[in-house]
């Protein structure tokens, strides 16, 4: 089967093949004409299946006809990120450059001002994330009333981000008639029932098992100590024929801090993460895909729906928290049928987090060595295992040795200062770490004993009257 027997117009179909596609995708042959029947659709694909065109290409065909109104969109996609809105509205452009349709992209980091005189125009498509979609809406520079078709993209991805009130709240302001489009990458119970109240009478369509991963990538498992993390990736990245990558930390910090040390080691090398500002997230995106770079070190700002053909390997700097973002991690490679290498770098303390991978996925995930990271990983590994990633009993006690002593026990010798005044003066060891005020005591009584007063307040001649007993009435 080919695009032309899905039943699009002439004037996508030449788009499509002037981008050089002719077969679609599972998800595309099974989507597309059930979208232009106008059915509701819930769609579960795994990244790099191809569903953003699985919904671009009939949106297309269907807002051909009509015409928008200001401030009142026809249509509207809402997307979790600013990176894969823009993705996304790249993509109407690419494919309805025949077609005479307006479009507006809302989100954040980018000009109110702009925005609103393309809304003022009147859009067929809006493309938005939840919280510059509801900026606008609350300023009163935007009206819902008139949506036709509504996508909801990457929703497993909206309720990780913490979005679905936002988006409760946008389809509450639409219309109760309309065509509503559901994706996701994973199918977990949250999302299903979020779909159920979206959706009337859908078309379900799954072309993978939920949370699968692709099966043109070849992952692999590094196990290193928690200081050989970034020897392994450099070594990594050296044996490996790497033509393109993307390197995946869990903090932002961390982002930062491996693309400092691999432009150290004189790599090729950027980062991207959630607190650039928009317009050097967009400028290092695409010196990316333009091959400006060649090694981009990020956070799960990527991590979802970005499409970048040519990435030839992912590398885990850390295993994710979430064991669903390792499906979407290592799906940036493996794409549209290209091969794909995905490595995880995994310390003992993350043996938790990979083990529900592994539960997730439904398989093992191959062990390899690095050459010449053997001696670290066993110098590394045994100590933080003792313990279940805790330090050995060992580097315990010699902690504990090295502390202060406590407020209890000030002024005493420790213990090994003891034996070792002991072995030097021949003493017993429990006489030589006996506080040092006994020690005063003992010198006051010997001196009472020999006749010496050691405070003398009133000269030689103590009063007879200190010396008396005194008794002390009770009460």
Same mark, same amino acid.
Not at 197 to 218: C, D, G, Q, R, Y
Not at 326 to 348: E, M
Not at 423 to 444: D, L, Q, Y
């Given at each position: 089967? #080919?695009?032309?027997?899905l @039943?699009?117009?002439?004037? &996508?179909?030449?788009?499509?093949?002037?981008?050089g596609?002719q077969?679609?995708?599972?998800?595309?042959?099974?989507?597309?004409?059930y979208?232009?029947?106008? !059915?509701d659709i819930?769609?579960?694909?795994q990244?790099?299946?191809?569903?953003?065109?699985?919904?671009?290409?009939?949106?297309?065909?269907?807002l051909?006809?009509?015409?928008? *109104?200001?401030r009142?969109p026809?249509s509207?996609i809402?997307?979790p990120t600013r990176?894969?809105?823009?993705?996304?509205?790249e993509?109407?452009?690419?494919?309805g450059?025949f077609n %005479? =349709?307006?479009?507006?992209?809302?989100?954040g980091?980018?000009?109110?001002?702009d925005?609103?005189k393309?809304l #003022? %125009?009147?859009?067929?498509?809006?493309?938005a994330?939840p919280?510059? =979609?509801?900026d606008?809406?609350?300023?009163?520079?935007?009206?819902?009333?008139d949506v036709?078709v =509504?996508v909801?993209?990457e929703?497993d *991805?909206?309720?990780?981000?913490?979005?679905i009130?936002d988006v409760e709240?946008?389809v509450?302001l639409?219309p109760?008639?309309?065509?509503?489009?559901f994706?996701?990458?994973t199918m977990?119970?949250?999302?299903?029932?979020?779909a159920?109240?979206?959706?009337?009478?859908?078309?379900?369509?799954?072309?993978?098992?939920p949370?699968?991963t692709a099966?043109?990538v070849?992952?692999?498992? +590094?196990r290193v @100590?928690?200081?050989d993390?970034?020897?392994a990736?450099r070594a990594?990245?050296?044996?490996?024929?790497?033509?393109?990558?993307?390197?995946?930390c869990n903090?932002? !910090?961390d982002?930062?801090?491996?693309n400092?040390?691999?432009k150290?080691?004189g790599f090729d090398v950027d980062c991207?993460h959630?607190?650039?500002?928009?317009s050097?997230r967009?400028?290092t =995106?695409? /010196?990316f895909k333009n091959g400006?770079?060649?090694?981009? +070190?990020?956070?799960?700002?990527?991590?979802r @729906?970005?499409?970048i053909?040519?990435?030839?390997?992912?590398?885990?700097f850390?295993v994710p928290?979430?064991a669903?973002?390792?499906?979407?991690?290592?799906g940036?490679?493996g794409?549209a049928g290209?091969?794909?290498?995905a490595?995880?770098?995994?310390?003992p303390?993350?043996?938790r987090?990979?083990?529900?991978?592994?539960?997730?996925?439904g398989?093992p995930?191959p062990?390899?060595e690095?050459?010449g990271?053997?001696?670290a990983?066993?110098?590394t590994?045994?100590e933080?295992e003792?313990?279940? /990633?805790?330090?050995?009993?060992?580097s315990?006690?010699?902690r504990?040795?090295a502390?202060?002593?406590s407020?209890?026990g %000030?002024g005493?010798?420790?213990a090994e200062a003891? &034996?070792a005044?002991?072995?030097?003066?021949?003493?017993?060891?429990?006489?030589?770490?006996?506080?040092?005020?006994r020690?005063?005591?003992?010198?006051?009584?010997?001196?009472?004993v020999?006749?010496?007063?050691?405070?003398?307040p009133?000269?030689?001649?103590?009063?007879?009257?200190?010396?008396r007993p005194?008794?002390?009435?009770?009460?």
């Amino acid at each position: 089967m #080919d695009f032309s027997d899905l @039943g699009l117009s002439p004037e &996508v179909l030449k788009a499509v093949d002037e981008s050089g596609y002719q077969t679609p995708t599972p998800i595309q042959e099974k989507a597309i004409p059930y979208v232009l029947m106008g !059915r509701d659709i819930l769609g579960c694909a795994q990244t790099g299946t191809g569903k953003t065109a699985s919904f671009t290409l009939p949106m297309i065909d269907i807002l051909a006809s009509g015409r928008a *109104r200001a401030r009142m969109p026809r249509s509207l996609i809402i997307e979790p990120t600013r990176e894969l809105a823009a993705q996304v509205s790249e993509n109407f452009e690419r494919y309805g450059k025949f077609n %005479r =349709l307006s479009m507006a992209l809302l989100i954040g980091g980018s000009s109110f001002v702009d925005q609103e005189k393309a809304l #003022d %125009r009147g859009v067929d498509v809006l493309i938005a994330t939840p919280g510059r =979609l509801l900026d606008l809406f609350e300023r009163g520079k935007i009206l819902l009333a008139d949506v036709k078709v =509504l996508v909801i993209d990457e929703a497993d *991805r909206m309720l990780d981000m913490g979005f679905i009130p936002d988006v409760e709240r946008i389809v509450g302001l639409l219309p109760k008639i309309r065509q509503t489009l559901f994706f996701s990458a994973t199918m977990p119970p949250e999302i299903r029932k979020l779909a159920d109240a979206f959706l009337m009478n859908p078309k379900e369509i799954s072309v993978s098992p939920p949370a699968s991963t692709a099966e043109t990538v070849s992952q692999s498992l +590094v196990r290193v @100590g928690p200081k050989d993390k970034r020897k392994a990736l450099r070594a990594l990245l050296s044996q490996d024929e790497v033509r393109s990558a993307l390197i995946f930390c869990n903090r932002k !910090r961390d982002v930062d801090l491996v693309n400092r040390s691999l432009k150290r080691h004189g790599f090729d090398v950027d980062c991207l993460h959630g607190d650039m500002v928009q317009s050097k997230r967009m400028e290092t =995106l695409e /010196g990316f895909k333009n091959g400006v770079v060649k090694l981009l +070190v990020c956070s799960d700002v990527a991590a979802r @729906g970005l499409d970048i053909s040519d990435v030839s390997h992912v590398f885990n700097f850390d295993v994710p928290t979430h064991a669903e973002d390792y499906v979407h991690r290592i799906g940036r490679t493996g794409r549209a049928g290209r091969s794909g290498k995905a490595f995880t770098l995994v310390t003992p303390e993350e043996n938790r987090s990979l083990a529900a991978i592994k539960r997730l996925i439904g398989k093992p995930i191959p062990e390899i060595e690095l050459d010449g990271m053997e001696a670290a990983i066993v110098t590394t590994e045994p100590e933080t295992e003792a313990r279940g /990633g805790g330090a050995s009993d060992k580097s315990r006690s010699r902690r504990r040795s090295a502390k202060p002593s406590s407020a209890r026990g %000030r002024g005493r010798k420790t213990a090994e200062a003891a &034996v070792a005044e002991a072995a030097a003066t021949e003493t017993p060891v429990e006489e030589a770490a006996a506080p040092k005020a006994r020690s005063a005591k003992s010198a006051r009584s010997k001196a009472a004993v020999e006749g010496e007063s050691t405070s003398k307040p009133f000269g030689k001649d103590t009063p007879a009257f200190l010396l008396r007993p005194v008794k002390l009435a009770a009460g």
